[in-house]
């Protein structure tokens, strides 16, 4: 996960080996950390929640160093991120004639991520809890 992080810092201006792309790696797997693992025996479909750490990290790779990536997140970067996540069939879920779509998908959360740091940092706001909220809807739950 580390270097994909640093793949998506770097892309963002961060200047490879250096302390800032250090932090803004440090904050996408800190908020990987902090994602709650949902159930999966009951699930109906997959969601990219790799969106969640890619906008931390590039919160911190297009602000600086010492930007509090948990803090913004926290404070609505979250729900702009999880609005921008896919939900789709879970891989091998999809019928026999058409492709669960993985292509389709490669690059979207680190794209996603970005997009989303930017639209937060423009003042656009997220619906509260949508992660939490996709989460429970992807699993089943109430």
């Not at 926290?74 to 896919?86: Q, T």
């Not at 993985?102 to 991520?113: N, R, T």
């Amino acid at each position: 996960m580390a270097d994909a992080l640093a793949v998506l810092a770097t892309t963002c201006g961060v200047a490879p080996e250096s302390d800032w792309l250090v932090a803004a790696v440090r904050a996408g797997v800190a908020e990987a950390v902090r994602i709650p693992a949902p159930p999966t025996s009951t699930a109906v479909a997959a969601v990219t929640t790799w969106v969640l750490p890619a906008a931390a990290c590039a919160l911190v790779a297009t602000t600086g160093a010492d930007a509090d990536a948990a803090s913004a997140m926290d404070e609505g970067l979250r729900d702009v991120a999880a609005a921008l996540m896919v939900v789709r069939v879970p891989a091998g879920g999809a019928p026999p004639d058409e492709p669960p779509g993985e292509g389709l998908l490669l690059g979207h959360a680190f794209g996603a991520g970005w997009l989303a740091t930017q639209l937060w940092t423009a003042g656009v706001v997220g619906v509260p809890e949508s992660f939490e909220r996709t989460v429970a809807a992807v699993v089943g739950a109430p």
